[in-house]
């Protein structure tokens, strides 16, 4: 298993940016992708951005051209830049990582809120 920790959610202004991370508990250069993903209350789980081991990325069309994804491998950390944030971004953000032979692990996630 791998045990992952996301940080640096909190209260934002609309059009305002957060930086969020994931620290992964292990070396993530063996790991397939990773990937975040968000929630909001009495909705469904959604794919917000992912990075592959070859640094390929995909992004909802909803965050595209607002959100990037990035990796530190030397850090073993995923991040999760995001700017001109709105309303409609309000969600817990959950961290994801799926690596060959154990599978897949999810973070505890993150609360970010998007309000004036």
């Known amino acids: 298993q791998v045990q992952l920790v996301e940080s640096g959610g909190g209260l934002v202004q609309p059009g305002g940016s957060l930086r969020l991370s994931c620290a992964a508990s292990?070396?993530?250069?063996?790991?397939?992708?990773l990937a975040w993903y968000r929630q909001a209350p009495g909705k469904q789980r959604q794919l917000v951005a992912s990075i592959t081991s070859g640094g390929s990325t995909n992004y909802a069309d909803s965050v595209k051209g607002r959100f990037t994804i990035s990796r530190d491998n030397a850090l073993n950390t995923v991040y999760l830049q995001m700017n001109s944030l709105k309303p409609e971004d309000t969600a817990v953000y959950l961290c994801k990582a799926y690596v060959s032979g154990l599978g897949e692990s999810w973070g505890q996630g993150t609360q970010v809120t998007v309000s004036s």
């Open positions: 292990r070396s993530i250069l063996s790991f397939t992708f």
